[in-house]
Structure formats: structure tokens, C-alpha cells
């Protein structure tokens, strides 16, 4: 099966920029919670300038079933965003991810 090829650009809600530095975190998701997905911190990879292209050529667990990846976009000063799952074998998928600000009255 073709890897899991993921890419797209992320950017600001509120002003529509691209996010100038972000990390995108692979994992996969948790049957008992969905808001708490198993990231693989050690897999994190940095981007820049609103693009990112990130490609899994091999499982994050080796299991009998493979396994669904789920993908965590941080930026400093913005609420990280959790993706739908992604097949394995999904081959090359377009993903674009728009950053929520944290708000600063808090």
C-alpha cells in the first residue's frame, strides 16, 4: 500500500494569514476518548510559512489491524486542532487547517 501522504496549509481563523511556525503531531486515535488521541511526540515535525507535507511510510503500531493516523496542528498562541482519522493506505490527502486563537481576556 502507498503511504499516507498528508499535506496542506494552515492559517489563522481570524485573519485568514498563514501560520508562520507550527507543528504537526502524528498519533492514532483513542477508542476510549477521542479528545485524547495516542500522539507520537517523538514523530512531531516543524513547518513554516502556512505549508506543510508530511509523509508516513510505515505504521505507528504494529498491530493485526492497521491502524487509523490522526494528526495534531500547534502554534504557539493558538488552540491546537485535532484531525479526523486518515486511512493508512489513503495515499496522498489534502488537509487544510484553519488556528483558533487563544483569547487573550483570560
Known amino acids: 500500500a502507498p503511504p499516507l501522504r498528508l499535506r496542506g496549509t494552515v492559517?489563522?481563523?481570524e485573519t485568514s494569514q498563514p501560520i508562520p511556525r507550527f507543528t504537526v503531531t502524528p498519533g492514532w486515535p483513542n477508542p476510549a476518548?477521542?479528545?485524547a488521541p495516542n500522539l507520537q511526540d517523538g514523530l512531531a515535525r516543524g513547518f513554516s510559512a502556512g505549508q506543510y507535507d508530511m509523509a508516513l511510510?510505515?505504521?505507528l503500531l504494529i498491530s493485526s489491524l492497521?491502524?487509523?493516523f490522526v494528526?495534531?496542528?500547534s502554534a504557539p498562541g493558538y488552540a491546537?486542532?485535532?484531525s479526523p482519522p486518515f486511512k493508512p493506505d489513503e495515499g496522498e490527502a489534502m488537509f487544510d487547517v484553519s488556528l483558533k486563537r487563544f483569547s487573550a481576556s483570560r
Do not use: M, S
Open 66 to 68: 492497521p491502524l487509523n
Open 80 to 82: 491546537p486542532f485535532l
Open 71 to 73: 494528526f495534531q496542528f
Open 57 to 59: 511510510d510505515a505504521p
Open 33 to 35: 476518548d477521542p479528545h
Open 11 to 13: 492559517w489563522d481563523e
